[in-house]
């Protein structure tokens, strides 16, 4: 097992952030947000901010930036100050610089804003009657779909035709992803253009919709994000710090700084919508399921611009005859939405696995054993079976590690303590982005492994180093990882859980590449080998028993490097094969008898994930992603009023897990590479701890009470009787 190769720079304060860069001249800009959900600003009165000491310039709608809205293959990218309509709380509408932040900040106080104010709608609940279609996913597939078996007319008839029928509704919070970093940005601008440094997931990507928002040819954007705080889908796109410092800082010609506050951070950025979600299952008294139903209407902006899909993935769970799956939309006057940690599976998840659990208490069968009878061999309504699938292994191997066998239907009693079992089932699917990585060669016998891809704290530095090593068959020590630079090959965006497949595959090529050039180089006239053929093996050149490394060949023939570029992108894969992680979840909970206070006591999660190239950062990974699904199980959700202000739009009010609320949390992986999917074996890791969680802990709770909560977080008082 491999430590984090930037382990120690990030411990040490060493890691330079975004906002870590001063430059010399800097000022530094200060946001300022609309105070309505929705409606038109009428006029900005921002006299005394220009007059307040130290401020530079104010820019507002009346007195803009120059930026256009970037069109990229994620749709469109809303830019801030290009119009005077509001559609929700929190929106930024101006920007105030100064030589300080703290004038920045106190300045933009003094802004005053009238507004035309119309009614805003941010209740999902008391919108779902206005509820939309939802377009296309991601991929362009349809997001509502319906499969019925051999004679059957209708989804109803099936359902009603079931013996054994559960029907729930069930409901998710809003989130924030809540990153440690802040969104911000420092802007500077040269004879070469812009340098931007900015937390992002993709450099090469940020540097693309700044050019076009900038009209500017993309070579003339350098964007540099080597350390990121934290992203989880928050940081996709590029930033209205971003955008707002660019555009300053060329106005102004000198570098701005544009730091969010926590709390604009929580409107100024995009989360994670509210869902409500219907599921209804039917079944054979024996557990076989006959019918599955699931119906999810997600909160959106009001642009459209993203809809968290939370039924699309419930076909690729269980076998069954019947499947209707839907999903809506209702635009509300609420901040953005975008992907977050399992964008679609997390809270769909959590419907259906509760569901699940709901079929099992009426069956009285086991919840696993519910769950491995309806094992899938393929996604409903596709003839491609699944590339490699061992759930089955993970809940037996969970089962005998968690101490399943001593649940009982309705918990035990420790004292005063209420203890339950729980478990639900995890699915992310295995995915790839076209990414390309550099492999160069140099004449000290050391090698760099270079892409513009982003390590947000996934581990994908380390990844680099050590599958650049495996593939130059040379140690680990000897390779130098770098990232989170535009000016590298352009290395994709770091989501999906994507990284590691997607880089690790262009490593494997661009290997071979040098390693094929190397060989030419060693036999051609001239060279140590001239004329010779030649074989390659633990970084030797080697023919008729003499051998050189690299290094000394480079030396020999006067090269200081010999570097090849390798890309790699989804292919005819996509057309055998079905692709996925899988994963077993178990959670104890213990419920306070007087209190109701619920804790989290011991987790498991046994995971299917191909070939695990890090043990070490692998399961600190599946840790996170467990956490945050405890974290919405128990403690996250935000508030947003009447008037579309998020009440608790902080750390203080947003609440989320500290160490004591997170038990030692157990991770088991068993390894079966999936070289069907991509050429390293590796499938995605980042996102599926987070799968499944939030159910188990509810199961576990209804284990431990007898009480079914069907939203969450759960809360103390949906436990009093």
């Known amino acids: 097992m491999t430590s984090r190769l930037d382990g120690p720079l990030k411990v040490t304060g060493r890691a330079k952030y975004g906002a870590d860069h001063n430059l010399p001249g800097m000022a530094y800009g200060y946001i300022v947000v609309s105070a309505i959900a929705h409606g038109e600003i009428r006029a900005m009165d921002v006299t005394a901010a220009r007059n307040a000491p130290g401020v530079v310039d104010v820019y507002s709608p009346f007195d803009p930036v120059d930026l256009r809205t970037p069109n990229t293959m994620f749709g469109e990218t809303w830019v801030p100050l290009q119009d005077k309509e509001v559609t929700y709380y929190g929106q930024p509408i101006g920007l105030v610089v100064a030589e300080t932040y703290e004038q920045a900040r106190d300045a933009a106080m003094t802004v005053e804003v009238t507004y035309h104010e119309r009614p805003a709608l941010t209740s999902l609940r008391d919108g779902i009657s206005s509820a939309e279609d939802a377009p296309p996913g991601f991929d362009g597939s349809s997001l509502t779909m319906e499969i019925l078996a051999r004679g059957v007319s209708s989804f109803e008839d099936a359902l009603r035709a079931s013996p054994v029928v559960v029907e729930a509704t069930y409901s998710t919070a809003t989130q924030n992803h809540a990153a440690m970093e802040p969104h911000s940005a420092v802007a500077v601008w040269d004879s070469d253009g812009l340098t931007i440094y900015s937390g992002n997931q993709g450099s090469n990507l940020q540097a693309m919709e700044l050019a076009l928002a900038l009209e500017l040819d993309p070579s003339s954007v350098h964007a540099v994000n080597p350390f990121v705080g934290g992203a989880f889908g928050g940081k996709g796109r590029t930033s209205v710090a971003a955008f707002l410092a660019a555009a300053a800082a060329r106005v102004l ?53 993203f809809v968290e899909p939370a039924s699309h993935s419930t076909r690729e769970y269980y076998a069954a005859q019947n499947l209707a799956v839907s999903q809506k939309m209702v635009p509300l006057h609420i901040p953005p939405t975008t992907f977050m940690r399992a964008p679609g599976e997390a809270p769909g998840s959590f419907a259906l696995e509760s569901a699940m659990d709901e079929l099992a208490v009426a069956l009285h069968i086991d919840p696993i054993e519910l769950r491995m009878r309806n094992d899938s061999a393929a996604p409903l309504g596709k003839d491609l079976l699944w590339s490699g699938k061992h759930l089955d292994e993970c809940f037996r191997v969970g089962a005998a590690r968690f101490g399943w066998s001593e649940r009982t239907p309705h918990g035990r009693t420790d004292g005063d303590w209420l203890v339950g079992l729980g478990v639900a089932t995890a699915m992310f699917p295995a995915l790839r982005f076209p990414a390309s990585v550099r492999v160069t060669l140099r004449d000290d016998d050391t090698a760099e492994v270079a892409t513009s891809g982003a390590d947000p704290g996934t581990g994908l530095l380390t990844v680099l180093s050590l599958v650049g090593a495996e593939s130059l068959d040379i140690p680990p020590a000897r390779v130098t990882p770098l990232l989170g630079d535009s000016a590298l090959p352009p290395g994709g965006m770091s989501g999906g859980s994507t990284g590691t497949a997607s880089a690790g595959s262009a490593i494997m090529i661009a290997a071979a590449q040098v390693i094929g050039e190397l060989q030419v180089l060693a036999s051609s006239p001239g060279a140590p080998f001239d004329g010779t053929e030649v074989s390659y093996a633990d970084g030797h050149v080697l023919a008729d028993g003499r051998t050189m490394t690299f290094g000394e060949l480079l030396r020999a023939v006067n090269r200081p490097s010999i570097s090849a570029v390798g890309s790699s992108s989804p292919g005819e894969e996509l057309t055998k094969h079905s692709f996925s992680s899988f994963g077993a979840q178990f959670c104890e909970v213990r419920v306070h008898r007087w209190t109701r206070e619920a804790r989290v006591s011991r987790m498991l999660g046994v995971f299917d994930a191909g070939r695990i190239i890090n043990a070490k950062t692998a399961r600190s990974q599946i840790i996170g992603g467990m956490i945050w699904g405890v974290s919405a199980a128990l403690h996250e959700g935000l508030e947003i009023d009447r008037n579309g202000r998020l009440a608790n739009a902080d750390l203080a009010g947003y609440l989320l897990p500290v160490n004591a609320d997170i038990p030692d949390v157990d991770v088991h992986f068993v390894e079966y590479p999936d070289t069907l999917h991509n050429s390293i074996g590796a499938r995605g890791i980042g996102e599926i701890g987070t799968v499944g969680m939030a159910a188990a802990v509810a199961n576990a709770i209804y284990n431990a009470t007898g009480i079914r909560v069907r939203h969450i977080p759960i809360r103390i008082e949906d436990l009093l009787t």
């Not at 929580?266 to 299952?281: D, H, N, S, Y």
């Open 253 to 305: 010609g000198r570098p701005v700084k544009v730091a969010l506050s926590r709390e604009q951070v929580f409107t100024a950025t995009a989360g994670r919508g509210a869902t409500i979600q219907k599921v209804a299952l039917g079944a054979t008294a024996d557990g076989s399921l006959t019918a599955i139903r699931h119906d999810a209407w997600s909160a959106t902006p009001m642009d459209r611009s």
